[in-house]
T-cell receptor, first 116, second 113 residues
Framework: GAGVSQSPSNKVTEKGKDVELRCDPI?????LYWYRQSLGQGLEFLIY????????KSGLPSDRFSAERTGGSVSTLTIQRTQQEDSAVYLC??????????????FGPGTRLTVT | GNSVTQMEGPVTLSEEAFLTINCTYT??????LFWYVQYPGEGLQLLLK?????DKGSNKGFEATYRKETTSFHLEKGSVQVSDSAVYFC????????????FGTGTRLQVFP
């Protein structure tokens, strides 16, 4: 079956521009996570959705970062006024549930963001 | 806070050598522990997991045992192959809520024939 998909796979943008990154989770997965993988910081949690709600936004690094999820499915991560330190691979993962401590998270291929 | 520490790489081995990648954690409560693998050009994949103390996770010849007394989850394989070359990440799920994963920094494994 289809896995988690993300688009675009690569994005190059100029400093100060806004970008939108998209995640399509596995059908039926209610939990969705965004992570960031960068050279200096490793793999960091950004935000968690259960359905359309985001009960944990603790990993968002600044108010330039926001995310939404609609219809319990697609999620969009938006970065406003991009900075060079935002350059990273943004990973999305989904799972069947977010509170049982047992469900595997399935990761997408990531979006590589480069801010010039 | 919760954290994961794993050995730095790269780890370079010859084919059929024994592999150990060390991982220790700090957490309140009772986290689940994971090893994820990232093959070149591919996404993160779950390799194995353990959900409680003394559990052993295993997959593809890899094993790791959840040791609460030493707060460790070391990854081992008895005989590595060239195809095992990848980056390995140790992780724990936040036991307080949401199952968000907290990752170690990753260890690159290079296996030569």
């Amino acid at each position: 079956g289809a896995g988690v998909s993300q688009s675009p796979s690569n994005k190059v943008t100029e400093k100060g521009k806004d970008v939108e990154l998209r995640c399509d989770p596995i059908s039926g997965h209610t939990a969705l996570y965004w992570y960031r993988q960068s050279l200096g910081q490793g793999l960091e949690f950004l935000i968690y959705f259960q359905g359309n709600s985001a009960p944990d936004k603790s990993g968002l690094p600044s108010d330039r970062f926001s995310a939404e999820r609609t219809g319990g499915s697609v999620s969009t991560l938006t970065i406003q006024r991009t900075q060079q330190e935002d350059s990273a691979v943004y990973l999305c993962a989904s799972s069947l549930a977010g509170t049982s401590n047992l469900h595997e998270q399935y990761f997408g291929p990531g979006t590589r963001l480069t801010v010039t | 806070g919760n954290s994961v520490t794993q050995m730095e790489g790269p780890v370079t081995l010859s084919e059929e050598a024994f592999l150990t990648i060390n991982c220790t954690y700090t957490a309140t409560g009772y986290p689940s522990l994971f090893w994820y693998v990232q093959y070149p050009g591919e996404g993160l994949q779950l390799l194995l997991k353990a959900t409680k103390a003394d559990d052993k996770g295993s997959n593809k010849g890899f094993e790791a045992t959840y040791r609460k007394e030493t707060t460790s989850f070391h990854l081992e394989k008895g005989s590595v192959q060239v195809s095992d070359s990848a980056v390995y990440f140790c992780a724990l799920s936040d036991p307080t809520s949401t199952d968000k994963l907290i990752f170690g920094t990753g260890t690159r494994l290079q296996v030569f024939p």
